[in-house]
């Protein structure tokens, strides 16, 4: 009797030590859970308070402004226009979000990842080169040339990236499985963290001069 009691016991805990170490969005218990910053009379799901259900309107699932053209002009020459639980509070707990791409003639949203999402990018306007690279060992590249009205799936939490390859704008449209994707810009992280990577460990990293090393993180 005493060993069941035991194996039972092993069972909760590996099950609650499961739940706790998830990243993915949770299971909402209810129809809906407006984030709300002030906690007074609230309950806390998923990181966001929760909107008491009579207070909730419809402009809690509303949002404007896609319609509009993000600025390009930039190093990169992209825009990510993000539609997620911080512009949309009613899609706390609901696990998904949007955004808006632009690109100039050659701009590119540079190698990046999502560590909370995987996405779907549509293409509604141009011609992109998209790709995603697998995990070690293999480092495989998976690369697609998209046109006006071509779909694409770059899988949760790998490198991915899109490049302009075309003489004019091109815009997509990209959903993400998470209300709150996250991204790490690949660049940026290594050779613009604050404060900076030691040098030294970049060098041999990417098996460069350090002077190059120390040029990059000038740049970031």
Known sequence: MMKGVHFLAIVALLSLASSLVSAFDPSP???ICVAIDDPKSAVFVNG???????????DDFYFSGLQIPGNTDNRVGSNVT?????????????????????????????PHTHPRATE?????????LVGFVTSNPENRLFTKVLKKGDVFVFPIGLIHFQFNAGKTN????????????????????????????????????????????????KQF
Do not use: H
Not at 48 to 58: G, I, P
């Open 48 to 58: 966001k308070f929760c909107k008491d259900l009579k207070d909730t309107k419809a």
């Open 170 to 217: 091109a815009v997509a449209f990209a959903g993400l499985s998470s209300q709150n994707a996250g991204v790490i810009t690949i660049a940026n992280a290594v050779f613009g963290s604050n404060p900076p990577i030691n040098p030294d460990v970049l060098t041999k990293a990417f098996q460069l001069d350090k002077n190059v090393i120390e040029y990059l993180q």
């Open 120 to 128: 779907i990018l549509v293409v509604v306007e141009g011609t992109l």
């Open 29 to 31: 218990l209810q129809d």
């Open 82 to 110: 993000t539609v997620n639980v911080d512009q949309i509070p009613g899609l706390n707990t609901l696990g998904i979000s949007l955004v808006r791409i632009d690109y100039a003639p050659y701009g590119q949203n540079p």
